[in-house]
Protein backbone atom coordinates (compact mmCIF):
# COMPACT_ATOMS: atom_id res chain seq x y z
CA UNK A 1 0.00 0.00 0.00
CA UNK A 2 1.11 3.33 -0.86
CA UNK A 3 1.08 5.99 2.05
CA UNK A 4 1.40 9.15 2.22
CA UNK A 5 3.04 12.22 4.89
CA UNK A 6 -0.33 14.49 3.58
CA UNK A 7 -3.46 14.75 4.32
CA UNK A 8 -6.17 14.84 1.23
CA UNK A 9 -9.58 15.93 2.37
CA UNK A 10 -12.07 17.20 -0.25
CA UNK A 11 -13.25 19.98 2.08
CA UNK A 12 -14.63 23.16 0.97
CA UNK A 13 -14.53 26.42 3.62
CA UNK A 14 -11.22 26.09 5.64
CA UNK A 15 -13.33 27.52 8.46
CA UNK A 16 -15.95 24.31 8.43
CA UNK A 17 -15.64 21.87 10.58
CA UNK A 18 -14.22 18.84 8.62
CA UNK A 19 -16.87 15.42 8.36
CA UNK A 20 -15.74 14.18 11.90
CA UNK A 21 -16.83 17.53 13.55
CA UNK A 22 -13.63 19.18 13.85
CA UNK A 23 -11.29 20.72 12.01
CA UNK A 24 -8.59 18.75 10.73
CA UNK A 25 -5.27 20.02 11.92
CA UNK A 26 -2.43 19.70 9.88
CA UNK A 27 -0.84 16.91 12.06
CA UNK A 28 -4.12 14.72 11.65
CA UNK A 29 -3.13 12.36 8.85
CA UNK A 30 -4.42 10.12 6.35
CA UNK A 31 -3.18 7.48 4.97
CA UNK A 32 -4.35 7.49 0.72
CA UNK A 33 -3.79 4.86 -2.11
CA UNK A 34 -2.31 6.34 -4.71
CA UNK A 35 -4.64 9.44 -3.86
CA UNK A 36 -7.37 7.50 -5.55
CA UNK A 37 -9.30 8.00 -2.04
CA UNK A 38 -9.69 11.63 -2.72
CA UNK A 39 -11.48 11.39 -5.92
CA UNK A 40 -13.58 8.63 -4.26
CA UNK A 41 -14.44 10.76 -0.79
CA UNK A 42 -14.77 13.94 -2.93
CA UNK A 43 -17.38 12.33 -5.03
CA UNK A 44 -18.91 10.60 -2.41
CA UNK A 45 -18.47 13.77 -0.17
CA UNK A 46 -17.91 12.17 3.13
CA UNK A 47 -14.90 10.72 4.28
CA UNK A 48 -14.37 6.67 4.13
CA UNK A 49 -13.15 5.08 7.33
CA UNK A 50 -12.07 2.35 5.92
CA UNK A 51 -11.25 3.64 2.42
CA UNK A 52 -7.82 1.93 2.19
CA UNK A 53 -9.73 -1.57 1.81
CA UNK A 54 -11.29 -0.62 -0.89
CA UNK A 55 -10.36 -2.88 -3.67
CA UNK A 56 -9.04 -0.46 -6.87
CA UNK A 57 -11.83 -0.20 -9.61
CA UNK A 58 -14.61 -0.99 -6.63
CA UNK A 59 -17.02 1.26 -7.14
CA UNK A 60 -18.78 2.73 -3.88
CA UNK A 61 -22.75 1.75 -4.06
CA UNK A 62 -22.80 5.42 -3.27
CA UNK A 63 -21.29 6.72 -6.14
CA UNK A 64 -23.29 3.86 -8.45
CA UNK A 65 -26.71 4.74 -7.23
CA UNK A 66 -25.89 8.57 -7.55
CA UNK A 67 -25.45 10.88 -9.93
CA UNK A 68 -22.25 10.73 -11.99
CA UNK A 69 -18.96 11.07 -10.33
CA UNK A 70 -18.14 14.58 -10.94
CA UNK A 71 -21.39 16.08 -10.08
CA UNK A 72 -20.89 15.44 -6.54
CA UNK A 73 -16.98 16.38 -6.29
CA UNK A 74 -18.84 19.99 -7.44
CA UNK A 75 -20.90 19.96 -4.37
CA UNK A 76 -17.84 18.91 -2.01
CA UNK A 77 -15.90 21.59 -3.35
CA UNK A 78 -18.60 24.26 -3.03
CA UNK A 79 -19.68 24.63 -6.89
CA UNK A 80 -22.80 24.88 -8.37
CA UNK A 81 -24.42 21.43 -10.13
CA UNK A 82 -24.50 23.37 -13.32
CA UNK A 83 -20.78 23.69 -13.72
CA UNK A 84 -19.11 21.17 -16.50
CA UNK A 85 -16.81 18.68 -14.87
CA UNK A 86 -13.98 17.53 -17.21
CA UNK A 87 -12.31 15.96 -15.08
CA UNK A 88 -12.17 14.19 -11.33
CA UNK A 89 -8.84 13.51 -10.61
CA UNK A 90 -7.18 16.42 -10.85
CA UNK A 91 -10.92 17.86 -10.43
CA UNK A 92 -11.11 20.25 -13.52
CA UNK A 93 -14.21 21.85 -14.14
CA UNK A 94 -15.56 24.77 -16.34
CA UNK A 95 -18.51 27.31 -16.20
CA UNK A 96 -21.07 27.73 -18.75
CA UNK A 97 -21.35 30.95 -20.78
CA UNK A 98 -24.66 32.01 -19.15
CA UNK A 99 -23.26 31.61 -15.64
CA UNK A 100 -20.58 34.03 -16.34
CA UNK A 101 -23.02 37.13 -16.38
CA UNK A 102 -22.43 38.54 -13.22
CA UNK A 103 -20.31 41.46 -12.79
CA UNK A 104 -17.95 39.63 -10.01
CA UNK A 105 -18.24 35.71 -10.97
CA UNK A 106 -19.11 34.51 -7.35
CA UNK A 107 -17.04 31.56 -6.07
CA UNK A 108 -19.71 28.99 -6.50
CA UNK A 109 -19.33 29.60 -10.26
CA UNK A 110 -16.03 30.03 -10.56
CA UNK A 111 -14.46 27.12 -12.94
CA UNK A 112 -11.69 24.79 -11.01
CA UNK A 113 -8.28 23.38 -12.68
CA UNK A 114 -6.18 21.48 -10.51
CA UNK A 115 -3.07 19.14 -11.71
CA UNK A 116 -3.06 17.30 -8.45
CA UNK A 117 -4.79 16.73 -5.63
CA UNK A 118 -5.99 19.47 -3.20
CA UNK A 119 -4.32 19.61 0.46
CA UNK A 120 -6.30 19.43 3.54
CA UNK A 121 -7.42 22.97 5.16
CA UNK A 122 -4.78 24.01 7.85
CA UNK A 123 -6.63 24.73 10.79
CA UNK A 124 -4.51 27.91 11.74
CA UNK A 125 -3.59 29.51 8.74
CA UNK A 126 -1.31 32.00 10.77
CA UNK A 127 1.18 28.94 10.91
CA UNK A 128 1.58 29.64 7.31
CA UNK A 129 4.54 30.77 6.01
CA UNK A 130 5.96 32.26 2.34
CA UNK A 131 9.30 31.85 1.52
CA UNK A 132 10.76 33.92 -0.98
CA UNK A 133 14.43 33.35 -2.32
CA UNK A 134 16.49 32.59 -5.14
CA UNK A 135 19.54 33.50 -7.17
CA UNK A 136 17.93 36.78 -7.31
CA UNK A 137 17.35 37.54 -3.88
CA UNK A 138 19.65 39.95 -1.72
CA UNK A 139 18.61 37.95 1.65
CA UNK A 140 16.40 35.17 1.69
CA UNK A 141 12.90 35.99 3.90
CA UNK A 142 10.25 34.28 5.11
CA UNK A 143 6.78 36.00 5.84
CA UNK A 144 3.40 34.49 7.72
CA UNK A 145 0.19 35.84 6.67
CA UNK A 146 -0.06 37.92 9.01
CA UNK A 147 3.18 39.57 8.55
CA UNK A 148 2.20 39.92 5.09
CA UNK A 149 -1.40 41.91 6.29
CA UNK A 150 0.22 44.30 8.45
CA UNK A 151 3.60 45.32 6.65
CA UNK A 152 2.22 46.19 2.85
CA UNK A 153 -0.73 47.49 1.99
CA UNK A 154 -3.52 45.37 1.04
CA UNK A 155 -5.17 45.94 -2.33
CA UNK A 156 -8.31 44.79 -3.94
CA UNK A 157 -8.67 44.30 -7.20
CA UNK A 158 -10.83 42.19 -9.80
CA UNK A 159 -8.56 40.24 -12.11
CA UNK A 160 -9.67 38.01 -14.55
CA UNK A 161 -8.18 34.39 -14.55
CA UNK A 162 -8.33 31.95 -17.42
CA UNK A 163 -6.44 28.79 -18.13
CA UNK A 164 -4.18 28.55 -20.90
CA UNK A 165 -5.85 25.60 -22.43
CA UNK A 166 -9.10 27.87 -22.53
CA UNK A 167 -10.47 27.07 -25.88
CA UNK A 168 -8.31 23.89 -26.25
CA UNK A 169 -11.59 21.71 -27.53
CA UNK A 170 -11.69 23.70 -30.85
CA UNK A 171 -8.77 23.03 -31.93
CA UNK A 172 -8.49 20.63 -35.07
CA UNK A 173 -6.90 17.91 -34.79
CA UNK A 174 -7.94 17.67 -31.18
CA UNK A 175 -5.17 18.84 -28.83
CA UNK A 176 -4.65 16.55 -25.69
CA UNK A 177 -5.82 18.01 -22.68
CA UNK A 178 -8.97 19.06 -20.46
CA UNK A 179 -11.40 19.65 -23.61
CA UNK A 180 -11.88 23.36 -21.80
CA UNK A 181 -15.04 24.68 -24.16
CA UNK A 182 -15.22 28.34 -23.33
CA UNK A 183 -15.81 28.28 -19.54
CA UNK A 184 -11.87 27.70 -18.07
CA UNK A 185 -12.64 31.54 -17.33
CA UNK A 186 -13.73 33.85 -14.26
CA UNK A 187 -13.48 37.28 -13.22
CA UNK A 188 -12.98 36.97 -9.37
CA UNK A 189 -12.27 39.98 -7.31
CA UNK A 190 -8.91 39.66 -5.54
CA UNK A 191 -7.67 40.63 -2.21
CA UNK A 192 -3.92 40.64 -0.84
CA UNK A 193 -0.93 42.62 -1.42
CA UNK A 194 1.38 43.63 -4.20
CA UNK A 195 4.02 40.71 -4.94
CA UNK A 196 6.21 43.79 -6.44
CA UNK A 197 6.14 45.59 -2.80
CA UNK A 198 7.19 42.68 -0.89
CA UNK A 199 9.78 41.38 -3.24
CA UNK A 200 11.00 45.69 -2.73
CA UNK A 201 11.37 44.78 0.51
CA UNK A 202 13.46 41.44 0.17
CA UNK A 203 15.41 42.81 -2.17
CA UNK A 204 16.05 41.80 -5.52
CA UNK A 205 19.41 42.34 -7.35
CA UNK A 206 19.62 42.98 -11.23
CA UNK A 207 20.13 39.37 -12.22
CA UNK A 208 16.62 38.63 -11.42
CA UNK A 209 15.00 37.60 -14.88
CA UNK A 210 11.96 35.13 -13.79
CA UNK A 211 9.78 34.46 -10.40
CA UNK A 212 9.17 30.49 -9.83
CA UNK A 213 6.59 29.23 -7.78
CA UNK A 214 6.09 26.16 -5.20
CA UNK A 215 2.35 25.35 -3.96
CA UNK A 216 1.83 23.02 -1.57
CA UNK A 217 -0.35 20.30 -3.63
CA UNK A 218 0.23 16.81 -3.86
CA UNK A 219 1.27 14.84 -7.11
CA UNK A 220 -1.62 12.38 -8.29
CA UNK A 221 1.02 9.76 -7.64
CA UNK A 222 0.75 10.41 -3.93
CA UNK A 223 4.55 10.97 -3.82
CA UNK A 224 5.52 13.97 -1.76
CA UNK A 225 8.53 14.73 -3.38
CA UNK A 226 7.10 15.17 -7.04
CA UNK A 227 6.31 18.63 -7.42
CA UNK A 228 2.46 19.03 -9.09
CA UNK A 229 3.50 22.31 -11.34
CA UNK A 230 5.95 25.05 -10.43
CA UNK A 231 5.45 27.52 -13.25
CA UNK A 232 6.29 31.69 -13.13
CA UNK A 233 6.55 34.58 -14.85
CA UNK A 234 8.91 36.97 -16.08
CA UNK A 235 10.10 39.72 -13.61
CA UNK A 236 8.36 42.50 -14.82
CA UNK A 237 5.38 41.10 -15.10
CA UNK A 238 5.74 40.24 -11.13
CA UNK A 239 6.47 43.27 -10.41
CA UNK A 240 3.54 45.09 -11.88
CA UNK A 241 0.46 46.31 -9.91
CA UNK A 242 -2.16 44.27 -10.65
CA UNK A 243 0.55 41.04 -9.53
CA UNK A 244 -0.94 39.86 -6.14
CA UNK A 245 -0.54 37.76 -3.31
CA UNK A 246 -4.22 36.81 -2.74
CA UNK A 247 -5.74 35.68 0.36
CA UNK A 248 -9.17 36.62 -0.50
CA UNK A 249 -11.61 36.62 -3.41
CA UNK A 250 -14.92 38.30 -3.46
CA UNK A 251 -14.18 39.39 0.31
CA UNK A 252 -13.73 35.89 1.81
CA UNK A 253 -10.82 34.10 2.44
CA UNK A 254 -9.53 31.71 -0.57
CA UNK A 255 -11.66 28.49 -0.72
CA UNK A 256 -9.56 25.80 -0.12
CA UNK A 257 -9.61 24.80 -3.92
CA UNK A 258 -8.77 27.87 -4.82
CA UNK A 259 -5.68 28.35 -3.01
CA UNK A 260 -6.18 28.75 0.74
CA UNK A 261 -4.72 30.32 2.41
CA UNK A 262 -2.43 32.02 -0.23
CA UNK A 263 -2.32 32.80 -3.98
CA UNK A 264 -0.56 34.13 -6.84
CA UNK A 265 -2.38 36.72 -8.58
CA UNK A 266 -1.51 38.09 -11.99
CA UNK A 267 -3.33 39.80 -14.73
CA UNK A 268 -3.28 38.18 -18.75
CA UNK A 269 -1.37 35.05 -17.92
CA UNK A 270 -2.06 31.87 -18.31
CA UNK A 271 -3.94 30.67 -15.14
CA UNK A 272 -1.19 28.45 -14.64
CA UNK A 273 1.38 31.15 -13.39
CA UNK A 274 -1.32 32.07 -10.37
CA UNK A 275 0.10 29.46 -8.16
CA UNK A 276 -2.65 28.28 -5.70
CA UNK A 277 -1.31 26.75 -1.95
CA UNK A 278 1.94 29.78 -2.06
CA UNK A 279 4.24 28.31 -0.29
CA UNK A 280 7.12 29.62 -2.01
CA UNK A 281 8.65 32.01 -4.42
CA UNK A 282 12.21 31.78 -6.07
CA UNK A 283 13.76 35.23 -7.80
CA UNK A 284 15.50 33.50 -10.50
CA UNK A 285 18.61 34.66 -12.83
CA UNK A 286 17.43 32.52 -15.41
CA UNK A 287 13.95 31.63 -17.08
CA UNK A 288 12.27 29.74 -13.83
CA UNK A 289 12.71 25.68 -15.23
CA UNK A 290 9.76 24.20 -12.56
CA UNK A 291 7.73 21.49 -13.41
CA UNK A 292 5.53 22.34 -16.52
CA UNK A 293 7.86 24.97 -18.06
CA UNK A 294 9.04 22.79 -20.34
CA UNK A 295 8.31 20.39 -23.64
CA UNK A 296 4.74 20.98 -24.60
CA UNK A 297 3.40 22.56 -21.45
CA UNK A 298 2.38 26.20 -21.62
CA UNK A 299 4.01 26.28 -24.73
CA UNK A 300 3.48 27.07 -28.13
CA UNK A 301 5.50 26.51 -31.52
CA UNK A 302 7.79 29.84 -31.84
CA UNK A 303 7.03 30.04 -35.93
CA UNK A 304 3.65 29.08 -36.98
CA UNK A 305 3.17 25.61 -38.06
CA UNK A 306 0.04 23.91 -39.93
CA UNK A 307 -2.43 22.24 -37.86
CA UNK A 308 -1.04 18.52 -36.22
CA UNK A 309 3.34 19.13 -37.26
CA UNK A 310 5.30 19.56 -35.07
CA UNK A 311 7.91 22.52 -34.44
CA UNK A 312 12.00 21.84 -33.73
CA UNK A 313 11.18 25.32 -31.35
CA UNK A 314 8.49 26.28 -28.53
CA UNK A 315 7.98 29.61 -26.69
CA UNK A 316 6.55 30.18 -23.33
CA UNK A 317 2.71 31.42 -23.87
CA UNK A 318 3.33 34.12 -21.56
CA UNK A 319 0.10 36.37 -22.58
CA UNK A 320 -3.19 35.58 -23.40
CA UNK A 321 -5.05 36.76 -26.48
CA UNK A 322 -7.70 38.98 -26.61
CA UNK A 323 -11.24 37.43 -25.99
CA UNK A 324 -14.58 38.10 -25.33
CA UNK A 325 -17.89 35.76 -23.93
CA UNK A 326 -21.44 36.11 -24.71
CA UNK A 327 -22.70 36.22 -21.05
CA UNK A 328 -27.04 36.41 -21.91
CA UNK A 329 -28.92 35.14 -23.18
CA UNK A 330 -28.32 31.73 -22.72
CA UNK A 331 -27.90 29.38 -26.07
CA UNK A 332 -30.33 27.88 -27.28
CA UNK A 333 -32.78 30.21 -25.42
CA UNK A 334 -36.48 31.22 -27.21
CA UNK A 335 -37.60 34.85 -27.99
CA UNK A 336 -40.78 35.83 -29.36
CA UNK A 337 -40.66 37.34 -32.67
CA UNK A 338 -40.07 41.20 -32.63
CA UNK A 339 -38.87 41.93 -29.42
CA UNK A 340 -35.71 43.19 -28.13
CA UNK A 341 -33.47 40.88 -26.79
CA UNK A 342 -30.62 42.41 -24.87
CA UNK A 343 -26.82 40.46 -25.08
CA UNK A 344 -24.70 40.80 -23.08
CA UNK A 345 -21.21 39.58 -22.30
CA UNK A 346 -17.58 39.94 -20.59
CA UNK A 347 -14.75 40.71 -22.84
CA UNK A 348 -10.97 40.93 -21.95
CA UNK A 349 -7.46 41.41 -22.66
CA UNK A 350 -3.72 41.16 -21.58
CA UNK A 351 -3.33 44.42 -22.94
CA UNK A 352 -4.18 47.73 -21.92
CA UNK A 353 -8.13 47.39 -22.08
CA UNK A 354 -10.54 46.62 -24.68
CA UNK A 355 -11.30 49.00 -27.59
CA UNK A 356 -14.23 47.46 -28.92
CA UNK A 357 -16.77 44.77 -29.35
CA UNK A 358 -18.74 43.84 -32.25
CA UNK A 359 -21.73 41.82 -32.47
CA UNK A 360 -23.34 39.60 -35.42
CA UNK A 361 -26.35 37.73 -35.35
CA UNK A 362 -25.83 37.09 -39.44
CA UNK A 363 -22.98 34.73 -39.36
CA UNK A 364 -20.85 37.80 -39.67
CA UNK A 365 -21.92 38.93 -42.89
CA UNK A 366 -22.12 42.43 -40.66
CA UNK A 367 -21.51 43.50 -37.43
CA UNK A 368 -23.12 45.98 -34.78
CA UNK A 369 -21.08 47.88 -31.97
CA UNK A 370 -21.67 47.08 -28.24
CA UNK A 371 -21.47 49.19 -25.73
CA UNK A 372 -19.06 49.16 -23.38
CA UNK A 373 -18.86 49.14 -19.80
CA UNK A 374 -15.82 50.44 -17.79
CA UNK A 375 -13.46 47.84 -16.57
CA UNK A 376 -12.96 48.54 -12.75
CA UNK A 377 -8.92 48.50 -13.23
CA UNK A 378 -6.37 46.80 -15.67
CA UNK A 379 -7.30 43.11 -16.00
CA UNK A 380 -10.64 43.60 -14.79
CA UNK A 381 -13.27 42.86 -17.84
CA UNK A 382 -15.35 45.24 -19.99
CA UNK A 383 -19.10 44.29 -19.80
CA UNK A 384 -20.66 45.34 -23.09
CA UNK A 385 -24.14 45.19 -23.84
CA UNK A 386 -26.49 45.72 -27.65
CA UNK A 387 -29.94 45.33 -27.64
CA UNK A 388 -31.12 43.21 -31.04
CA UNK A 389 -34.52 42.52 -33.30
CA UNK A 390 -33.97 39.67 -35.27
CA UNK A 391 -35.76 40.52 -38.77
CA UNK A 392 -37.64 37.23 -38.88
CA UNK A 393 -38.40 33.83 -37.13
CA UNK A 394 -35.93 31.40 -37.28
CA UNK A 395 -32.54 30.05 -36.29
CA UNK A 396 -30.22 32.44 -35.82
CA UNK A 397 -26.45 32.58 -34.01
CA UNK A 398 -25.25 35.62 -32.36
CA UNK A 399 -21.28 36.57 -32.86
CA UNK A 400 -19.27 38.40 -30.67
CA UNK A 401 -15.67 39.46 -31.35
CA UNK A 402 -13.40 41.85 -29.08
CA UNK A 403 -10.46 44.41 -30.04
CA UNK A 404 -8.15 45.53 -27.81
CA UNK A 405 -5.89 48.24 -27.93
CA UNK A 406 -3.47 46.80 -29.23
CA UNK A 407 -5.84 46.70 -32.73
CA UNK A 408 -5.89 42.71 -32.46
CA UNK A 409 -9.53 41.22 -32.64
CA UNK A 410 -10.61 37.69 -31.88
CA UNK A 411 -10.66 35.26 -35.36
CA UNK A 412 -13.90 33.01 -36.05
CA UNK A 413 -11.45 29.82 -36.24
CA UNK A 414 -9.32 28.71 -33.74
CA UNK A 415 -5.90 30.24 -34.40
CA UNK A 416 -2.42 28.97 -34.18
CA UNK A 417 -2.89 25.45 -33.63
CA UNK A 418 -0.50 24.17 -31.05
CA UNK A 419 0.08 20.34 -29.90
CA UNK A 420 -0.78 21.48 -26.21
CA UNK A 421 -3.95 23.22 -27.47
CA UNK A 422 -3.13 26.71 -26.07
CA UNK A 423 -4.98 30.42 -26.85
CA UNK A 424 -7.85 29.44 -28.68
CA UNK A 425 -9.55 33.08 -28.87
CA UNK A 426 -11.69 32.65 -31.66
CA UNK A 427 -15.12 33.81 -31.68
CA UNK A 428 -18.06 32.73 -28.87
CA UNK A 429 -21.08 31.83 -30.79
CA UNK A 430 -24.58 30.83 -29.10
CA UNK A 431 -27.64 29.81 -30.93
CA UNK A 432 -31.44 31.06 -30.51
CA UNK A 433 -34.69 30.85 -32.32
CA UNK A 434 -36.66 33.82 -32.94
CA UNK A 435 -40.10 32.30 -32.38
N1 LIG B 1 -0.32 24.81 -6.76
C1 LIG B 1 -1.04 24.85 -7.88
N2 LIG B 1 -1.37 26.03 -8.42
C2 LIG B 1 -2.10 26.10 -9.55
C3 LIG B 1 -2.54 24.92 -10.19
C4 LIG B 1 -2.21 23.67 -9.60
O1 LIG B 1 -2.57 22.60 -10.08
N3 LIG B 1 -1.47 23.68 -8.46
N4 LIG B 1 -3.26 25.02 -11.36
C5 LIG B 1 -3.02 26.24 -12.14
C6 LIG B 1 -3.86 26.36 -13.31
S1 LIG B 1 -3.41 25.44 -14.67
C7 LIG B 1 -4.91 27.24 -13.36
S2 LIG B 1 -5.78 27.50 -14.79
C8 LIG B 1 -5.34 27.99 -12.15
C9 LIG B 1 -6.78 27.67 -11.83
O2 LIG B 1 -7.21 28.34 -10.70
P1 LIG B 1 -8.57 27.92 -9.96
O3 LIG B 1 -8.60 26.44 -9.80
O4 LIG B 1 -8.55 28.68 -8.69
O5 LIG B 1 -9.70 28.36 -10.86
O6 LIG B 1 -4.55 27.67 -11.02
C10 LIG B 1 -3.18 27.47 -11.27
N5 LIG B 1 -2.45 27.31 -10.04
MO1 LIG C 1 -4.67 26.16 -16.42
Not at 215 to 235: A, E, N, T, Y
Not at 240 to 251: I, S, V
Request: charged share 25%.
Amino acid sequence: MHTNEKIIAPLAKPSEPTESGTPALPGRRRFIRKGTLLAVSAAIGAHLPFGRFLPDGIIPVALAEGDAPGKDSLEVFGKRPDLIVLGDRPFVAETPAHLLDDDVTPVDKLFVRNNGLVPAPMADADAWVLRIDGEAVRAPREFTLKELESRFKAVTLQIGLECGGNGRSGFQPPAKGSQWTYGGVGFPEWTGVRLADVLREVGVTDKAVYIGYEGDDLHLSGDSKRPVISRGCPIAKAMEDETLLAWAMNGEPLRQVHGFPLRLVAGGVPGSVTGKWLKRIAVRDKVHDGTKMGGHDYRVACNPIAPGEQSDDYCILEKMPVKSLITFPQSGSQHPQGTEIEVRGQAWTAERGVRSVEVSYDFGQSWLPAKLGRARNRFAPTRFRIALKLPKKGYYEIWARATDDSGITQPIVAPGWNTGGYGNNQIHRIALRSI
